[in-house]
């Protein structure tokens, strides 16, 4: 069955620069879907961050667009995430999942990783 | 972009109850495409409902959705105890897809 497994980049420091990776297994990163992005900060709702789709076409939230690249490696069944000028209002439980919208498709997230806490403090 | 406001924030029901819980959009929703999520503590979103009212691979027909253009409704029929949870809505007809600020059922 398709399963996503996120890095654990664990604790930043203001200003840094998070780097995750989605690991997908069970499906083809180049198969029909966007693959995304969603972050919840603790004790709060979720928001989302973007989705890319397996030739590179990218959509970004408007609010953190300046501060993020997302990517993809077709080779390792990966997509990666990097944001950079942490601050705290970046912490959060960052999950990746397969779905999104896009020109390409248009789809919910159905399948999602089990989430990983980037804790961003000085 | 897409202004999703659930309502209420919190339900108190008890098992064997009906649950209503509403969505309201800013702007109509491309092609209804409006889902619903399920999430417990600890625990990743998952997904419930799918284009309105489509139930996604697995779930049970204690649940459905309802609605249109800026109206949605997740029902739960019959409350079971795994079904208190948080529930969120999002619009994925249109970029960015939004979610919700979500429904807290409790008991």
């Known amino acids: 069955q398709v399963q996503l497994q996120e890095s654990s980049p664990g604790l930043l420091r203001p200003s840094e620069t998070l780097s995750l990776t989605c690991t997908v297994s069970g499906y083809s990163v180049t198969t029909g879907f966007f693959w995304g992005w969603i972050r919840q900060p603790p004790g709060k709702g979720l928001e989302w961050i973007g989705n890319?789709?397996?030739?590179?076409?990218?959509y970004y939230n408007a609010s953190i667009r300046s501060r993020l690249t997302m990517s993809i490696d077709t080779s390792k069944n990966q997509f990666s995430l990097k944001l950079t000028s942490l601050t705290a209002a970046d912490t959060a439980v960052y999950y990746c999942?397969?779905?999104?919208?896009?020109?390409?498709?248009?789809?919910?997230?159905?399948?999602w990783g089990q989430g990983t806490l980037v804790s961003v403090s000085s | 972009e897409i202004v999703l406001t659930q309502s209420p924030g919190t339900l108190s029901l008890s098992p064997g109850e009906r649950a209503t819980l509403s969505c309201r959009a800013s702007?109509?929703?491309?092609?209804?495409?409006l889902a619903w999520y399920q999430q417990k503590t600890g625990q990743a979103p998952r997904l419930l409902i799918y284009a309105a009212s489509n139930r996604a691979t697995g779930i049970p027909d204690r649940f459905s959705g309802s609605g249109s253009e800026t109206d949605f409704t997740l029902t739960i029929s019959r409350l079971e105890p795994e079904d208190f949870a948080v529930y969120f809505c999002q619009q994925y007809g249109s970029s960015p897809g939004t979610f919700g600020g979500g429904t807290k059922v409790e008991i």
């Open positions: 999942a397969r779905g999104g919208v896009g020109v390409a498709a248009v789809d919910p997230f159905d399948y």
């Open positions: 702007q109509t929703v491309n092609t209804n495409y």
């Open positions: 890319i789709y397996h030739n590179g076409d990218a």
